[in-house]
């Protein structure tokens, strides 16, 4: 085990954030969780974990520098999808302006794989737009950009269709996507903390399997016990609804993510890397009904 550290965890109730703050109070780090809302119950239950809690967000710059006072890492994201790609940017500047002002040892910083690549996706763009900030601000850094996340499968949006016996996504039946649990990245989070100066600087795309359309749905199928199948459709249809969505799975067909799941596997032992059946066989599908 490594030395002990305390650590802010911004977003600490979301998805991403609070599978990191798992992983670190489960290697026996402190947590600071930053939440809006510390009566929240996602809250309330780091904080029965042993997390302590702070409150604030990143319009707020002070409230961030105030919660990153005396921590010796910080993991964070930002996101375009409360109120645009403009404000996730804009959320970059304030975060790494407060880790700066708080004298943050090492920000290990959520992006998305490939954003590195001129994609053409606003959500990838804006994402290494607040990356090439940071490198550029003289904080010790990591990036950590995961591909496309396993629990997508269960998110609201795919619900419906699943719970009809179909897995809907808008590429080819025959077409691999690379994929990882937001489990994985919450424990490569942790990693690249307990690792610090050998990743300074560094930038990692990580995934933890790539099956096709067609071999997700028997996956995931045979987890649920029930008869799924898969329904590609052309990512026009998701115009209408995200322009930033179509250009993704667009991207996805035509070029495709490229970390290099072998190497990951090799030289980050410590991660407990899943498959998409392992990620399968921990879920609870009987919300399929």
């Known amino acids: ?10 977003g600490a109730t979301g ?35 042993g997390a302590s809690l702070a409150v604030g967000d990143f319009s707020d710059r002070d409230s961030l520098v105030q919660a990153a006072a005396g921590v010796d890492a910080a993991y964070a994201m930002t996101t375009p999808f409360e109120a645009g790609i403009d ?7 304030m975060l790494i302006e407060a880790m700066v002002a708080a004298n943050v040892g090492h920000l290990v910083l959520g992006s ?3 954003a590195n690549n001129k994609t053409g996706i606003p959500h990838f763009d ?3 737009e607040v990356e090439k900030r940071l490198a550029a601000s003289g904080l010790a850094y990591t990036i ?7 629990d997508n499968a269960l998110a609201v949006w795919g619900l419906p269709a699943l719970k009809e016996g179909k897995l809907a996504m808008a590429l080819p039946e025959d077409k691999a996507l690379q994929q990882v649990s937001v489990k994985n990245i919450g424990e490569f989070a942790a990693a690249m903390i307990e690792r610090r100066e050998a990743v ?15 071999q997700a749905a028997a996956i995931i199928a045979k987890a649920a016990g029930r008869e799924i199948r898969y329904e590609g459709f052309p990512p026009d249809f998701l115009r209408a609804q995200s322009e930033d969505l179509a250009l993704m799975f667009e991207w996805f067909e035509r070029t495709g993510y490229s970390a290099d799941i072998n190497a990951l596997r090799r030289d980050f032992p410590e ?4 498959s998409l059946e392992d990620w399968a066989g921990e879920q609870d599908w009987s919300v399929l009904g």
């Open 1 to 10: 085990m490594s030395e002990k550290k305390t650590v802010l965890v911004a």
């Open 15 to 49: 998805n991403q954030g609070g599978a990191a703050a798992k992983a670190l109070l489960q290697r026996g780090h402190k947590v600071v969780a930053l939440t809006r809302n510390p009566e929240s119950e996602k809250a309330q239950a780091l904080a029965a974990r």
């Open 87 to 93: 404000a996730e940017i804009e959320q970059g500047n």
């Open 112 to 114: 998305v794989a490939d």
């Open 126 to 128: 804006s994402k290494f």
């Open 144 to 150: 950590v950009a995961p591909v496309y996340f396993m």
């Open 200 to 214: 300074f600087g560094r930038r990692f795309d990580i995934a933890g399997d790539e099956p096709t359309g067609s």
């Open 271 to 274: 991660i407990a890397w899943q």
